[in-house]
């Protein structure tokens, strides 16, 4: 499938003399942006992704993670600020598509495509969730060794238990809100 654009959920990042570092973990657990990064690196090699829009804020150290991101993959991106949580994400897509029905596709890691779903449906946003991991197990299973190291830290269990609850506040609003969703 040709994607007319794919929004991907920002990455925590900063580059680091030549190095783009990560942020592995953040207060919810695990994060590893660099899965993303990869994955929309594959689908533009393959000519798979007409535009790509990055949705997020700035780096902590105020550097533009749009810039960092192009540099990376070597092609052209396009940002959209959004406040830093995956509901003020998805209203910023739903703002920018408006009546738009192109395919457009949302590139998150596997853990989070529950809570997306739940907020594209919500939104009534025709999106198609893409899974990081399986764009980069498709184009090299070598990948496996790597995702096994990553998802093996304990920060990943944290991430599930924060995303569950953020698929509860969903479920009832009466819930109060894991910090940052």
């Not at 092609?75 to 995956?86: D, F, M, N, P, W």
């Not at 703002?95 to 594209?120: A, C, Q």
């Amino acid at each position: 499938m040709i994607y007319d654009r794919v929004f991907v959920h920002s990455a925590q990042m900063a580059k680091v003399g030549d190095v783009y570092e990560f942020l592995a973990e953040d207060e919810h657990g695990f994060l590893h942006g660099e899965i993303r990064v990869e994955a929309i690196k594959i689908l533009q090699k393959q000519g798979r992704v007409r535009e790509i829009i990055v949705v997020g804020g700035p780096t902590k150290d105020g550097m533009s993670k749009v810039k960092l991101i192009a540099e990376m993959i070597g092609g052209k991106v396009t940002q959209l600020e959004s406040i830093a949580s995956t509901e003020g994400n998805i209203k910023t897509i739903k703002n920018y598509l408006g009546e738009d029905k192109g395919k457009n596709g949302l590139l998150t890691n596997f853990y989070h495509i529950p809570r997306v779903l739940r907020l594209i449906s919500e939104n009534g946003l025709r999106m198609i969730p893409i899974c990081a991991e399986a764009v980069l197990l498709a184009d090299n299973p070598q990948w496996l060794n790597k995702i096994k190291e990553w998802y093996g830290e304990p920060s990943m269990l944290k991430r599930i238990l924060s995303e569950i609850q953020g698929l509860n506040y969903i479920e009832d609003k009466n819930i109060k809100p894991p910090k940052g969703r």
